[in-house]
């Protein structure tokens, strides 16, 4: 089976606090490694640092957002209005998250964007990436009882089928990797370095290799008619 490799999509954090914890390593995780051991990274992450460093004090949370405990926020990041950031999630130095979002167990890279309406869950989002209003990145196969996911998600690979080893995980979303509006992503997707993806597509299941853009097809050929207004 071909192995995903987080360090060929995403770059570490560098600064602040969480770059002294096991996220400081990273880009040194192969992806299904990393799933199976992300609830126990984040507890000895949690407990590498002190209380007074699991949010930075230079971070912006607006009031009306909510932050869960175990939720490890870096210098500079912006959360804003009734955004939910919730179980096991990091948001690295410089991350923003717009109005009304939903982060659940995600990794949020250095400077990396999210516009406004967005749900990301059980993701991994590269450095400086930026995903636009309305991107949803789901973490579960459809199954009789959603609230038991049952089916292992799976990436289409070049050269096969990737086991990811687990029922929830979203996407990995390479570095400086940009998004239009009105996109759904995953489960089971891993988009390389620096990709576009336009408005309107969906992406589960597969590989995108860095340096791609991503679009779905679109009505190009518009018809515009003057209206007959009567006469006054």
């Keep these: 089976m071909e192995r995903i ?4 999509y995403v770059t570490a954090p560098t600064e602040g606090a969480i770059a002294t914890t096991v996220y400081g390593g990273l880009e040194n995780f192969e992806l299904a490694e990393f799933l199976a051991q992300w609830k126990g990274l984040q507890r000895e992450a949690l407990v590498t640092l002190r209380q007074d460093q699991r949010i930075h004090p230079s971070s912006f949370i607006h009031p009306t957002a909510i932050i869960s405990d175990d939720v490890i926020i870096g210098p500079d990041v912006k959360v804003h209005e009734f955004t939910t950031v919730r ?3 990091v948001l690295c130095a410089g991350a923003q998250i717009g109005f009304n979002c939903e982060v659940t167990a995600t990794f949020i890279g250095e400077g990396a964007v999210l516009g406004h309406r967005i749900g990301v869950n059980r993701t ?14 789901a973490a579960i196969n459809m199954t009789t009882d959603m609230r038991k996911p049952d089916r292992e998600v799976i990436i289409r690979t070049m050269t096969g089928l990737y086991r990811c080893g687990t029922t929830q995980f979203g996407a990995v979303i390479g570095d400086d990797t940009q998004t239009g509006n009105n996109i759904s992503i995953g489960p089971g997707a891993a988009i390389g370095r620096r990709c576009q993806i336009t408005s309107g597509v969906s992406l589960a299941i597969r590989t995108v290799p860095e340096d791609c853009t991503v679009t779905a097809p679109h009505v190009s050929e518009v018809s515009v008619r ?3 207004v009567p006469a006054l």
């Design 87 to 89: 179980k096991g999630s």
């Design 5 to 8: 490799n987080l360090g060929d």
């Design 124 to 137: 991994i989002l590269g450095a400086r990436a930026h995903l636009s209003a309305g991107v949803t990145v």
């Design 226 to 228: 003057r209206r007959r």
